[in-house]
């Protein structure tokens, strides 16, 4: 692959196809070192996959906007042309300034007490994102596909015609006067700051399923298994307080059981397989509970599946976590890590969205003790815990019940 004079692009290692970070070699003389941005030490499968999707951007295989939803939703692909991400831009959320939609934005503006969520920070919907992929991590849920802030260009993104003609100038005094082209800090588009999602194959939305599982059973131990990953759901969503969960917005993966030889028994007969995904998580983590016009209720809760008591495996696989003082603390400053980088970062509202989540939480603990239900569970009481330090330094929580309910209860 031929470079022209002063370029920084970066040649592939034939020997290991790009799978090593190390494996970048830059040419034309510039001493600067393969792309650092995007590179998580920490989890180098999702670095090789996040270069995947760049080096398909520089070879113009471009991310997709998807036809649903009232955002900037990316389908990413890799050089080979297939899915392997979906990325949301900070700045092509749903009231964000540059959204392909528009019509979010006059939905707001028009009716503010039926859209909008004055609950939430504005424009941090891809930390929501990344944060519940971190609870589902740290609780070891495996529900929600793995989620990170990472930065990309790509013409396809929605950029202002001021940034548009930028890059174009760029390009044209690179082309013909390298040497000052050289200069630029950067050709090109600005890289965008938003959430990576891992993308999620052979899954429908849940409603689909749960239309056909109403008029057909499933065999006792899927339903077993479904019923257990169904309350993972509902962990998830009540911990860091969803407002935006529908039957239409997380996935299920139902594969068949094969058919077996004449020769085998019916002990080899296999039941069919059920997987879930919890994906759009990006309207979570309130600072506040809803107390205006809405509820946003958690639509999983009229299902049959929320009227069964909480079952004892997921009691042992959550309960003494989130019964620990140093986890909850521990969720608490790798959540402060995660959304502290944001530009309009502010701590004070940080720990109000913190004390929601605590007081979450605590209800859950409480749910599991008395063996209630998820329908029982959405029913409590809210809790705020606030955190406060005393004359000596130590912090001090205080729970507070006070609520003032939304004017719609059932929206």
Same mark, same amino acid.
């Given at each position: 692959?031929?470079?022209?004079?002063?370029?920084?692009?970066?040649?592939?290692?034939?020997?290991?196809?790009?799978?090593?970070?190390?494996?970048?070699?830059?040419?034309?003389?510039?001493?600067?070192?393969?792309?650092?941005?995007?590179?998580?030490?920490?989890?180098?499968?999702?670095?090789?996959?996040?270069?995947?999707?760049?080096?398909?951007?520089?070879?113009?295989?471009?991310?997709?906007?998807?036809?649903?939803?009232?955002?900037?939703?990316?389908?990413? !692909?890799?050089?080979?042309?297939?899915?392997?991400?979906?990325?949301?831009?900070?700045?092509?959320?749903?009231?964000?300034?540059?959204?392909?939609?528009?019509?979010?934005?006059?939905?707001?503006?028009?009716?503010?007490?039926?859209?909008?969520?004055?609950?939430?920070?504005?424009?941090?919907?891809?930390?929501?994102?990344?944060?519940?992929?971190?609870?589902?991590?740290?609780?070891?849920?495996?529900?929600?596909?793995?989620?990170?802030?990472?930065?990309?260009?790509?013409?396809?993104?929605?950029?202002?015609?001021?940034?548009?003609?930028?890059?174009?100038?760029?390009?044209?005094?690179?082309?013909?006067?390298?040497?000052?082209?050289?200069?630029?800090?950067?050709?090109?588009?600005?890289?965008?700051?938003?959430?990576?999602?891992?993308?999620?194959?052979?899954?429908?939305?849940?409603?689909?399923?749960?239309?056909?599982?109403?008029?057909?059973?499933?065999?006792?131990?899927?339903?077993?298994?479904?019923?257990?990953?169904?309350?993972?759901?509902?962990?998830?969503?009540?911990?860091?307080?969803?407002?935006?969960?529908?039957?239409?917005?997380?996935?299920?993966?139902?594969?068949?059981?094969?058919?077996?030889?004449?020769?085998?028994?019916?002990?080899?007969?296999?039941? @069919?397989?059920?997987?879930?995904?919890?994906?759009?998580?990006?309207?979570?983590?309130?600072?506040?509970?809803?107390?205006?016009?809405?509820?946003?209720?958690?639509?999983?809760?009229?299902?049959?599946?929320?009227?069964?008591?909480?079952?004892?495996?997921?009691?042992?696989?959550?309960?003494?976590?989130?019964?620990?003082?140093?986890?909850?603390?521990?969720?608490?400053?790798?959540?402060?890590?995660?959304?502290?980088?944001?530009?309009?970062?502010?701590?004070?509202?940080?720990?109000?969205?913190?004390?929601?989540? !605590?007081?979450?939480?605590?209800?859950?603990?409480?749910?599991?003790?008395?063996?209630?239900?998820?329908?029982?569970?959405?029913?409590? @009481?809210?809790?705020?815990?606030?955190?406060?330090?005393?004359?000596?330094?130590?912090?001090?929580?205080?729970?507070?019940?006070?609520?003032?309910?939304?004017?719609?209860?059932?929206?």
């Amino acid at each position: 692959m031929a470079a022209g004079s002063g370029d920084k692009t970066k040649i592939l290692s034939e020997k290991h196809n790009g799978n090593s970070m190390e494996d970048y070699e830059t040419i034309e003389g510039h001493a600067e070192g393969p792309p650092t941005i995007n590179v998580f030490k920490d989890d180098v499968e999702f670095s090789h996959l996040v270069r995947d999707s760049e080096t398909a951007i520089e070879c113009g295989v471009h991310p997709e906007l998807s036809s649903k939803g009232s955002s900037g939703c990316y389908f990413i !692909r890799n050089v080979e042309g297939k899915i392997i991400g979906v990325f949301k831009p900070k700045d092509e959320e749903p009231y964000g300034h540059l959204n392909p939609k528009w019509t979010k934005w006059m939905h707001k503006l028009c009716c503010p007490c039926c859209f909008g969520r004055s609950c939430l920070v504005p424009n941090q919907g891809y930390l929501s994102e990344a944060g519940a992929s971190l609870v589902d991590q740290k609780l070891n849920l495996n529900i929600v596909p793995k989620t990170k802030v990472v930065k990309l260009a790509s013409e396809t993104f929605n950029y202002t015609a001021i940034d548009k003609m930028k890059a174009r100038t760029k390009k044209n005094i690179m082309n013909r006067v390298p040497a000052v082209g050289r200069r630029f800090h950067r050709i090109g588009l600005p890289p965008k700051v938003g959430s990576f999602q891992l993308f999620v194959t052979g899954y429908k939305d849940a409603d689909y399923w749960l239309r056909k599982f109403d008029n057909e059973a499933l065999p006792e131990s899927t339903s077993v298994h479904f019923q257990n990953l169904f309350e993972r759901l509902v962990i998830l969503d009540y911990i860091i307080r969803n407002t935006d969960r529908g039957n239409d917005n997380w996935l299920i993966k139902y594969e068949t059981a094969a058919a077996g030889t004449p020769d085998e028994g019916w002990d080899m007969i296999e039941n @069919p397989r059920i997987s879930i995904a919890a994906i759009d998580n990006g309207l979570a983590f309130p600072f506040k509970h809803p107390d205006e016009w809405r509820t946003y209720p958690y639509h999983w809760a009229w299902l049959s599946q929320a009227k069964k008591p909480f079952s004892q495996e997921i009691k042992d696989l959550v309960y003494p976590k989130l019964d620990s003082a140093e986890f909850v603390q521990g969720l608490c400053e790798d959540l402060y890590e995660l959304f502290r980088h944001d530009k309009g970062f502010d701590k004070a509202t940080f720990e109000k969205q913190m004390s929601v989540m !605590r007081g979450q939480i605590i209800n859950i603990q409480r749910a599991l003790q008395n063996g209630k239900s998820p329908v029982e569970l959405v029913q409590m @009481p809210v809790v705020t815990v606030e955190r406060t330090s005393n004359l000596v330094g130590y912090p001090r929580f205080t729970q507070s019940f006070a609520h003032r309910a939304p004017f719609f209860s059932w929206c």
